[in-house]
């Protein structure tokens, strides 16, 4: 037996016991000092799954700013091109003249998509709706047009494309609509979990001594089923406003996630 197969062992079981809730306890009382482990938390591959951003390249991340009332405001605005009222929310382009409108920071990234503040989201629905808003805002198409629309074209295409990446990803969605709710998630929040981060530290520690693909997969595997595991936990917990148990939901998924990255690199 080699030494990705005991450690495999192993982690089986501490898999199998982080299903179950865990406690808390204080970090100041546990004293964990292995430096590459610090170097694996504080990885630059564990980057937020959002940007924040303000326009063109530096979009938003708005979570403080949206508000469900778009859809009531969208009879206050007009296109700033033709002044024809818009029949529809959100609104971010102008079927009268075909002119790309500035973006509106009330709409959240639920609305860019047609869809209600929901946190699952089917198979399929974001795909060919950012398709059909880039056939309409990509910067590409207002190049001939004047200044102020080809920086409303790159502002908005940015923001659907943000808005796509964000609720296409199951921890980042999560993060993005328990914002929405006015609830703080703190990604900087070191872990204070004894089972998970004994079971996360078996899990480096297999995925570093891991020599082959097959082991890696195996690994990664596992771990994609404990992020729909708890997935399916967040869903259920934010329905029900468990807000709590959300963050937990959401600590376990960063930490399955970044497991993933460091796989990625090995494969």
């Not at 200044?147 to 964000?166: D, H, L, M, N």
């Not at 004894?194 to 693909?213: C, G, Y």
């Not at 595997?221 to 992020?227: A, D, H, I, N, P």
Request: net charge negative; charged share 25%; with cysteine.
């Amino acid at each position: 037996m080699n030494r990705t197969e005991k450690l495999w062992k192993p982690l089986s079981g501490v898999v199998r016991q982080a299903l179950r809730t865990t406690c808390r306890f204080e970090l100041s009382n546990y004293n964990y000092t292995s430096t590459s482990w610090n170097r694996f938390l504080n990885s630059s591959s564990f980057s937020r799954p959002y940007e924040r951003c303000r326009s063109g390249a530096n979009l938003t991340f708005w979570s403080e700013t949206f508000c469900s009332e778009s859809a009531d405001r969208v009879h206050n605005v007009t296109c700033w091109n033709c002044n024809a009222v818009p029949e529809t929310s959100p609104f971010l382009f102008c079927e009268s003249c075909r002119s790309v409108q500035p973006v509106d920071q009330s709409v959240n990234y639920f609305q860019i998509f047609g869809l209600g503040k929901k946190y699952e989201i089917e198979d399929g629905s974001l795909e060919g709706k950012y398709k059909d808003w880039q056939k309409k805002l990509h910067p590409d198409l207002v190049h001939s047009k004047s200044e102020r629309e080809k920086e409303y074209a790159a502002e908005q295409s940015a923001c659907v494309i943000e808005a796509y990446r964000t609720l296409r990803n199951p921890l980042s969605r999560a993060i993005y609509i328990m914002r929405l709710e006015g609830v703080d998630v703190n990604e900087e929040e070191t872990v204070s979990e004894p089972e998970l981060l004994t079971e996360i530290m078996e899990i480096r520690e297999a995925v570093e001594d891991a020599t082959d693909s097959q082991a890696l997969n195996q690994i990664k595997s596992t771990m994609q089923e404990k992020l729909m595991h708890w997935s399916n936990s967040f869903a259920n917990a934010f329905q029900n406003h468990k807000f709590d148990d959300a963050l937990i939901c959401i600590r376990r998924m960063t930490y399955y996630s970044r497991v993933n990255e460091e796989i990625a690199k090995k494969l």
